[in-house]
């Protein structure tokens, strides 16, 4: 598949994703073939790759996708906390000081307690 412009570019949790893979698609410009009973067998069935996501996604989201978006804008009030690692929090749900550190291992700074427990805080009320 060739990518020609990008449209528009957001950082999503799993759940977000697995909503996103899981619903109907719409195919406008379906090729024409000879065998149309062939053509709509095909159009049904999943490629590979959109298949193992699928799976990948079922496998491993814990929340369902508002919960999760509303875990993220949450984290996102708390202090030092980007995008990207709200969205890997809201993934991982970590459940002890430890894990929410090893989240923020390659950041150049280290959260206090007080952050770690409010950070904490906010993934308990989702569990």
């Known amino acids: ?23 109907p698609r719409k195919r406008e410009h379906v090729k024409k073939k000879k065998n149309e009973g062939k053509e709509a ?17 079922t496998k491993f989201a814990k929340l369902g996708a508002k919960e999760s978006r509303a ?15 709200a969205v890997r929090i809201a993934d991982l749900m970590p459940k002890s000081k430890s894990e929410v550190r090893a989240i923020y291992a390659k950041e150049r700074f280290t959260l206090t307690e007080a952050n770690i427990e409010k950070i904490l805080d906010c993934v308990a009320k989702y569990e």
Do not use: Q, Y
């Open 1 to 23: 598949m060739i990518v020609k412009d990008i449209i528009e570019e957001s950082t999503l949790t799993l759940a977000e994703a697995k909503e996103i893979l899981t619903a």
């Open 41 to 57: 067998a095909e159009e049904d069935e999943m490629r590979f790759e959109r298949r193992k996501a699928v799976e990948n996604t």
């Open 71 to 85: 875990l993220v804008n949450e984290l996102l009030e708390l202090e030092k906390t980007k995008e990207e690692i």
